[in-house]
């Protein structure tokens, strides 16, 4: 069955960067696209960004664009996401989600990691 | 594209009838899913396309809608069903979630 089991979450200061990776099992993970959304503690959810299965087509939100890079490795069927110039905002549990290629919606998700920002 | 839900929520006995208004501040056409998430869980996905319900999901729960206006009927409320609900727009990208409907006893 598809499994997606996220890591590196964890207490950055402001200003600082974290990578997220995402191990993935139970399809053919090149044939997906993959996503990564986030929810602030007691808030909604936010769809942060988003990689086709060749990693052709990126997307962001406009709140990480510049800041966040999303990418992929086929070989080692894994996820990332490159987060740079944090913010305290940012704190969050980020998913890592499978896309229902072709139409977007988060048919399977990780456990989620919890990113916290603050000095 | 905002998405917006009513109510932010509402509380209910097992049995009961539920439903649940989202609204696309602009044509979405059937691209909604429905999501349930429950506290310390990662959101589970229900219903896609306005109307299809996702495999292994009870037949109580029921999508409907299209263009800007849509609703997630629970029709028979089980105890395992208390929970958080989002709508999400998959029209076009950012992929919007409204802000969510709790279902509480």
């Known amino acids: 069955q598809v499994h997606l089991m996220e890591s590196g979450g964890g207490l950055v200061k402001p200003g600082g960067s974290l990578r997220l990776s995402c191990a993935a099992s139970?399809?053919?993970?090149?044939?997906?696209?993959m996503a990564w959304i986030r929810q602030a503690p007691g808030k909604g959810l936010e769809w942060v960004s988003y990689i086709s299965g060749t990693s052709s087509y990126i997307n962001y939100a406009d709140s990480v664009r510049g800041r966040f890079t999303i990418s992929r490795d086929n070989a080692k069927n894994s996820l990332y996401l490159q987060m740079d110039s944090l913010r305290t905002e940012d704190t969050a549990v980020y998913y890592c989600?499978?896309?229902?290629?072709?139409?977007?919606?988060?048919?399977?998700w990780g456990q989620g990691t919890l990113v916290t920002v603050s000095s | 594209i905002q998405m917006t839900q009513s109510p932010s929520s509402v509380s209910a006995s097992v049995g009961d009838r539920v439903t649940i208004t989202c609204r696309a501040s602009?044509?979405?056409?059937?691209?909604l899913a429905w999501y349930q998430q429950k506290p310390g869980k990662a959101p589970k996905l229900l219903v896609s396309?306005?109307?299809t319900l996702q495999s292994g999901v009870p037949s109580r729960f029921s999508g409907s809608g299209s263009g800007t206006d849509f609703t997630l009927t629970i029709s028979g409320l089980q105890p395992e069903d208390f929970a958080t609900y989002y709508c999400q727009q998959a029209n076009s990208f950012p992929f919007t979630f409204g802000p969510g409907t709790k279902v509480d006893l």
């Open positions: 602009q044509v979405i056409s059937i691209w």
């Open positions: 139970g399809f053919t993970f090149s044939d997906y696209y």
């Open positions: 396309a306005a109307s």
């Open positions: 989600v499978r896309d229902s290629t072709p139409t977007a919606y988060a048919d399977h």
